[in-house]
């Protein structure tokens, strides 16, 4: 101990200040902080013109060249399958719908799927293919195009590896190494070569990585122009990967611990005025909070234009916007309505279905038939009303008379017929399936057979057009469906029935009878009665708010609604301890002898070094900062501060982008670890930097040389698995290193 070398480290109050040079005189701190930085060293070029050219313009020559292989091994044999692989299934027939202008429904938010759309529009595709799993592309099909306009995102993350580890101050060496890692990674190289969203994810998450490293770099230089516009762009990014995938949360988890540290250290300085601190909480407020959500909402609005058309998502929306859409049958719905009339009912809470019912029977509680909601359209969803048991039915419906109508009104009395199997809308004192302190719901009995449990009392809340509420009209009015017997409500809460129940969502009659919950409101959605002529046009108007709001819901209620299904085996899916050391890969196509084959695997050299390099970083970190406390330090404060705030960035993205998989319901795949894996490889040569800063220029380059040799000899090796392997898959056994691999067996 008594050899070890104790340095000062610099105060905190002294640190912060030459961080943030503020006060009375800003702008000269501003002037003086350019003024330091431009008193740095210059370096020294050669006396050759030609050298010190490439001297001086290296960083450009070398991103040039890396960019020029990154396009490269991203086009070659691009075109080789001219089959739909894998998600290309969901994410080119997605494409589709915004050039053919239908409206659907799906789990991410929409800006990756407008761009694979506008690559369709600049092919000349015209969006007549179902791209069916494994089917051919016929001719009028450039998929080539559109696979190259993907393929591009995923060409520019090895550029912006490259830039965003010298804005880490890396040196030159280690910042080609990030590049050559994330361009020889087979995983990376795969799955950037189809028409998928994870290339464009991966570029937004790069550049926000990139944005946010820029930016911390001119924290010297606050409000300064270039300060806005690093601040600026951050915010850009943020915005695109979240409205690409809401993996990309994880991200703007990064900037916002970065934001709220940095601004924890602002407050501490006493000799920065309260105006320029608040000004700093507004800067971000608008760059990191509200410009991100603009571009999140406005990527709805531009997929609300887009997808005018009625189509195959629907019933995910809200009634009133679907009668908006053209060609819809909704708009044209009688307006009020009476008994005898054949309808859907649609719960207006977020995420809401459709009350369905289906000959399948409960496992458990009466076994009678079940009642739940579902987000598709079918006849299942079709209900009549019918007058209530022990009543005269000739006050309510008289078929011979085409002129008697008897309307619904508010505190009326129904029995709700199920259309197709001409059960009732029934419940009693027993256990809801999921929902056991709430009574169950089912499908009881038929036109002779039931009881008073039949009987359900309407009862109006609102209406979003008309001021009169004496009635029940299609679209614009909600309302809540009281059991007359029990008293409780008819209530959807978006939980999801196991597989017996087709992860449906449960139907509960709730015993609580909660006026405000808006899952115990229904509406009218499709409405047929041939006594009654259809609604006058522009009955039926849709807010923009409302739609955004119940899209994500329904969104957020899909995603849970994806967990593992213990009755089936997926091959394709896998656990997060599983991704980092490489112990398992995902076959993307069919594995016939005729097939090109694609086998979704990470370069493992890569891989395992970058998972490697989080271990270290953490315990090295851990390590100093008990040395730090004991006031032994093996650093300058510069190069510290330096260390610690970019291997903590590296891993806090690491960590953000791969943890939270852990505590997830849903099923998990392979390529769930990819944005993670970006920052794990961006540590490595981090590390290698920092443990190597007090060598000679030639053992660096000794320590450096055989990883750059390990990953480039492993790519060749592997990189089959990525630009496709053809013949028989026996001619590939040797790539198996790992018996949990599924590249032959």
């Known amino acids: 101990m008594a050899t070890m070398k104790r ?31 431009y008193q740095q060293p210059q370096p020294i070029y050669s006396s050759n013109k030609n050298i010190a050219f490439l001297q001086e313009n290296k960083n450009t020559i070398i991103m040039i060249t890396i960019t020029l292989l990154s396009f490269w091994t991203r086009f070659r044999k691009i075109s080789l399958s001219n089959s739909v692989v894998w998600d290309e299934a969901h994410f080119g027939k997605f ?39 494994g089917a051919e592309y016929p001719e009028h099909v450039n998929y080539t195009a559109m696979r190259i306009f ?32 994330v361009l020889l990674d087979t995983a990376y190289l795969c799955i950037s070569r189809f028409i998928l969203l994870d290339s464009m994810l991966l570029f937004f998450t790069c550049t926000s990585l990139y944005t946010l490293t820029v930016f911390n770099n001119y924290r010297r230089q606050p409000f300064s122009p270039e300060w806005w516009t690093w601040l600026t762009l951050t915010g850009v990014s943020l915005g695109c ?8 949360l994880f991200a703007v988890a990064l900037v916002g611990v970065y934001t709220i540290e940095d601004l924890w250290d602002m407050w501490g300085l006493n000799r920065m005025p309260t105006k320029v601190y608040l000004n700093h909480w507004i800067a971000r407020a608008l760059c990191l909070i509200l410009l991100p959500m603009v571009i999140y909402v406005f990527s ?28 819809t049958p909704i708009n044209s719905n009688p307006l009020e309505i009476a008994y005898g009339s054949k309808l859907t009912l649609k719960n207006a809470g977020y995420g809401g279905g459709l009350l369905h019912s289906h000959v399948q029977t409960y496992p458990e509680g009466s076994k009678q038939q079940q009642v739940t909601c579902y987000h598709h359209k079918d006849d299942n969803n079709h209900w009549i009303i019918r007058p209530p048991r022990d009543l005269d ?42 929902t056991s302190s709430q009574y169950e719901v089912s499908g ?56 017996w129940g087709f992860k449906q969502t449960e139907v509960y009659c709730d015993k609580n009878n909660d006026l405000t919950d808006s899952h115990a409101y229904w509406n009218v959605e499709q409405h047929w009665n041939e006594k009654l002529p259809p609604a006058p046009k522009g009955a039926y108007k849709s807010s923009f708010i409302r739609d955004f709001i119940s899209l994500n819901v329904a969104m957020w209620n899909s995603n849970n609604a994806l967990t593992p299904d213990p009755d089936k085996e997926d091959i394709l899916s896998s656990e997060p301890t599983e991704w980092p050391a490489v112990s398992v890969g995902l076959r993307m196509c069919g594995w016939g002898d005729n097939q090109v084959k694609f086998y979704l695997l990470g370069n493992p050299v890569v891989w395992w070094l970058a998972f490697g390099s989080i271990i270290v970083a953490f315990s090295a970190v851990l390590f100093y900062m008990i040395r730090i406390q004991r006031e032994i330090y093996d650093m300058t404060s510069y190069q510290w501060d330096h260390f610690f705030y970019a291997s903590k960035t590296l891993f806090l993205g690491w960590f953000f982008h791969y943890i939270p998989f852990f505590i997830m319901g849903r099923v998990t795949y392979l390529h769930h670890y990819f944005p993670a ?51 028989p898959i026996s001619q590939y056994k040797s790539l198996q290193w790992r018996k949990s691999w599924n590249i032959v067996d």
């Open 150 to 181: 993907n393929s591009f995102f995923g060409a520019l993350m090895v550029p912006l590896a490259y830039a965003t580890c010298v804005e880490l101050k890396m040196s030159t060496r280690a910042s080609l190494l990030a590049a050559t890692m």
């Open 95 to 133: 494409g589709s719908h915004y050039l053919n202008h239908d409206f659907y429904f799906d789990v991410h938010p929409p800006l990756g799927k407008i761009l694979v759309g506008l690559s369709g529009w600049l092919a000349g595709y015209n969006g007549s293919f179902d791209f069916e799993s």
């Open 300 to 327: 709805f609005i531009l997929h609300f234009a887009l997808l005018y058309k009625s189509g195959s998502g629907d019933a995910q929306m809200s009634s009133l916007f679907q009668a908006n859409l053209e060609g």
């Open 444 to 499: 009881y009995g038929d036109e002779e057979v039931g009881d008073n449990q039949d009987n359900w009392v309407v009862e109006i809340v609102d209406d979003f057009v008309h001021k009169d509420k004496e009635r029940v009209r299609s679209l614009t009015t909600r309302i809540r469906i009281r059991h007359q017997m029990q008293g409780c409500l008819l209530t959807a809460n978006n939980e999801v029935l196991p597989q």
């Open 7 to 37: 340095r000062h480290n610099l105060h905190s109050s002294e640190k912060q200040d030459s961080v943030y040079l503020m006060g009375e005189d800003f702008d000269e701190g501003v002037k003086t902080a350019r003024a330091f930085a």
């Open 677 to 727: 894996l970006y920052f794990s490889i961006l540590m490595v040569p981090l590390l290698m930097d920092h443990f190597t800063r007090n060598c000679t220029d030639k053992t660096r380059w000794i320590v450096f040389i055989p990883i750059y040799c390990a990953v480039i000899f492993t790519f060749i090796r592997f990189a089959p698995v990525a630009f496709g392997m053809e013949g």
């Open 393 to 434: 039915i000739n006050n309510y419906e008289k078929k011979d008379d085409e002129t008697f109508i008897r309307f619904v009104k508010d505190g009326d009395v129904v029995r709700l017929q199920h259309a197709s199997t001409l059960r009732n809308l029934h419940s009693h004192p027993v256990s809801a399936p999921m």
């Open 241 to 248: 990967v979240t409205s690409v995938k809401w993996v990309g």
